[in-house]
């Protein structure tokens, strides 16, 4: 079943995921999902990314941070905004990294915000306030979703040198699905105990 001619018409889903154009639907098991970079900071007003904040507990160094300021400041706002320079807040969104299987292959998918939030069942603010309390939730959260049957719609992303096909909605097909931050709430009630 390797046969790549392209002049076949018998079955054109076998055409390649990543050479689609309009947003695609597949059904996929989550093989794994990258715990180790959930969510990116933004801007509160205008959602553009900001660079991580040396609050972040490991010690690597961030030199294009201003080193006299603790607080992430967006440029774009800072800079349309001179008169009141600190106006801009920040807070999360998820972008989850996950290894999802069809039928026929395993890829890498980007799963934003919107979409995470349907596996995760909460913002990334509240996931990151979670985590921070516990420290393995995250790991836990992709154990927790390791296996989930998925209907996502995939599309192309707009930005031209990202290299993952973009999450564009999912649909936990499991009848007992239940977003990771519950099992987790029941998980670690359950362990708090003892
Ligand atoms: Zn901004």
């Known amino acids: 079943m390797s046969s790549e001619n392209p002049i076949s018409q018998t079955n054109p889903r076998k055409r390649p995921i990543t050479e689609v154009d309009k947003p695609t639907t597949v059904i996929c098991t989550v093989v794994a999902i990258d715990h180790t970079n959930l969510h990116y900071r933004v801007c509160s007003v205008c959602e553009k990314t900001l660079p991580e904040t040396p609050l ?3 010690p690597t160094p ?3 941070l201003n080193p006299s300021s603790s607080l992430p400041i ?53 996931f990151f306030d979670f985590a921070k309390i ?8 992709g154990k927790i979703l390791e296996g989930e049957m998925l209907r996502v719609t995939l599309s192309k992303p707009k930005n031209g040198n990202a290299q993952h096909l973009r999450v564009a909605s999912v649909v936990p097909l499991s009848s007992s699905f239940q977003p990771a931050i519950v099992s987790l709430r029941e998980l670690y009630q359950v362990r708090g105990r003892s």
């Open 56 to 58: 972040n507990p490991n």
């Open 134 to 141: 516990h420290p393995f939730a995250a790991v836990n959260a």
């Open 74 to 126: 967006c440029r774009y706002c800072n800079f349309n905004n001179a008169f009141n320079p600190l106006s801009s807040g920040s807070k999360r969104l998820f972008r989850v990294l996950m290894s999802v299987a069809t039928d026929t292959k395993v890829f890498v998918v980007v799963m934003f915000d919107r979409a995470a939030k349907v596996l995760f069942g909460c913002s990334a603010d509240d």
């Open 62 to 64: 961030t030199p294009t």
